[in-house]
């Protein structure tokens, strides 16, 4: 087995004006504040540095009425990581909070499931609610560097590198990809969208923004079979994350967390 890596979650921007009604299908009887965050993720060990989806820049924050908190590249700089040697970015779809910030990471490969691809250039952004959460900038984007010969396709399950793999949950999009990570507690999932809160895959109440309900409920039980403890599936927009996990550092208290330590009690 390959060392340990170390796995943190950047907060990049947050949803605040947003209740719980929007965030689950059939609403919510106690309507209240429940605002989103917004994370890339980093997983690093002596051997090599993946970058996990590329956010947003501050364009598209203002054109969506999210507020931006720090831009990416900082969040990557305040952990020594230079986007210009990230050789590999994993992309878990293609909405446009994960799939942003196209010129980040000059030479990276990016890796993507067949099925996300043809979902976002195909027939079904013919659909406005399944197109509203793409931005046409990022597709593009991502086809130009598929001609620049710089996206790897996967179908299905995958082995990014040792102790990094790459499992095709779909449910929220038809290629969402979730990534399972071998740490010093064990297998860690980064959920992303294939559970936007814990309480969307505890309490098995759906997220609204959704290809395939069936999909995302098997999805939710797939992540905490691919992990080793369920407090290491993390979800995708959560703002408990950073209170349920350690900074990164003193100095990046709600900032960035540090996934493979803790929780804190
Ligand atoms: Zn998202």
């Known amino acids: 087995m390959t060392t340990p890596y170390e796995v943190y979650a950047i907060r990049y921007a947050r949803h605040e004006a947003r209740t719980a009604r929007m965030n689950f299908i059939g609403g919510d009887a106690h309507d209240g504040?429940?605002?989103?965050?917004?994370?890339?993720w980093v997983v690093r060990n002596d051997e090599r540095t993946i970058v996990v989806d590329t956010g947003f820049d501050a364009a598209t924050a203002a054109a969506r009425g999210r507020a931006l908190l720090t831009p990416v590249g900082e969040g990557l700089a305040a952990l020594g990581v230079d986007p210009a040697a990230i050789e590999d970015v994993m992309v878990t779809h293609m909405h446009y909070d994960h799939a942003?910030?196209?010129?980040?990471?000059?030479?990276?490969?990016?890796?993507?499931?067949?099925?996300?691809?043809?979902?976002c250039t195909g027939r079904a952004m013919t659909h406005a609610p399944l197109r509203h959460a793409y931005g046409a900038p990022d597709v593009t984007a991502m086809v130009e560097k598929l001609f620049d010969g710089r996206?790897?396709?996967?179908?299905?399950?995958?082995?990014?590198?040792?102790?990094?793999?790459?499992?095709?949950?779909g449910g929220h999009t038809a290629g969402m990809q979730a990534v399972r990570i071998w740490t010093r507690r064990g297998w860690l999932v980064l959920?992303?969208?294939?559970?936007?809160?814990?309480?969307?895959?505890d309490e098995?109440?759906?997220?609204?923004?959704?290809h395939d309900v069936a999909a995302m409920l098997e999805g939710h039980r797939t992540?905490?079979?691919?992990?080793?403890?369920?407090d290491l599936v993390v979800p995708g927009?959560?703002?408990?994350?950073?209170?349920?996990?350690?900074?990164?550092?003193?100095?990046?208290?709600g900032h960035i967390a540090r996934l493979d330590e803790g929780p804190v009690a």
């Open 237 to 253: 927009h959560d703002p408990a994350v950073l209170a349920r996990f350690p900074a990164a550092r003193a100095d990046l208290a």
């Open 191 to 201: 959920a992303s969208d294939a559970a936007h809160l814990y309480a969307n895959m």
């Open 223 to 230: 992540l905490k079979r691919l992990a080793s403890a369920d």
């Open 151 to 169: 996206v790897v396709f996967h179908a299905g399950d995958d082995e990014l590198a040792p102790g990094v793999s790459l499992h095709l949950i």
């Open 100 to 119: 942003g910030n196209h010129d980040l990471f000059p030479t990276a490969r990016y890796h993507l499931q067949d099925a996300e691809m043809a979902f």
């Open 204 to 210: 098995a109440r759906p997220f609204p923004i959704v």
């Open 33 to 40: 504040p429940s605002p989103l965050d917004f994370f890339v």
